[in-house]
């Protein structure tokens, strides 16, 4: 089972998502279930079950993106659900590295700022490419967005 404050920063994160994305009864459904999967992901310590979760708030963002939510709150939604992944799975190899009885705050909030800070920034640059390429050239936008998500997923990687 992942620390208990990389579980709790996940878990407000996915909740974050789902009231964001409940614009409808599809949306709703599809995050509410994220949010459970997620838990149940965590109370139990699996990583499928907790990949899951993650998976269905991005497909409740897909869904809240297709019944046209602005992109401000997609956006916004995206960040959140990320940053659920990104604390979780933290939380999952600390809980596999160091164990249950060792203090873990330091490094689990480091990570989570750290998470947080360069989600945000991607996050704004992307919402300002689409800010200046709206109306114009959507497709250029769509592929810089498409870059910027790519770039970040290697630099997670690393």
């Known amino acids: 089972m992942p620390p208990l404050l990389s579980s709790g920063i996940a878990l407000l994160a996915a909740i974050a998502t789902l009231v964001i994305t409940a614009v409808s009864t599809y949306t709703l459904a599809a995050s509410a279930l994220g949010v459970f999967f997620l838990l149940v992901g965590l109370v139990r310590g699996s990583t499928e079950i907790y990949t899951l979760g993650t998976v269905l708030l991005v497909v409740a963002i897909i869904l809240a993106g297709m019944l046209g939510m602005a992109p ?40 989570a700022v750290s998470s947080s800070v360069v989600f945000a920034a991607g996050s704004s640059v992307g919402y300002a490419v689409f800010l200046t390429m709206t109306g114009r050239q959507p497709v250029l936008a769509l592929v810089a967005l498409l870059v910027g998500v790519v770039a970040l997923l290697l630099a997670l990687q690393r």
């Open 72 to 111: 401000l709150f997609l956006l916004t939604a995206a960040f959140f659900a990320l940053i659920a992944w990104d604390v979780g799975q933290n939380g999952f190899s600390i809980a596999d590295e160091v164990g249950s009885g060792v203090s873990t705050l330091r490094i689990e909030m480091v990570h």
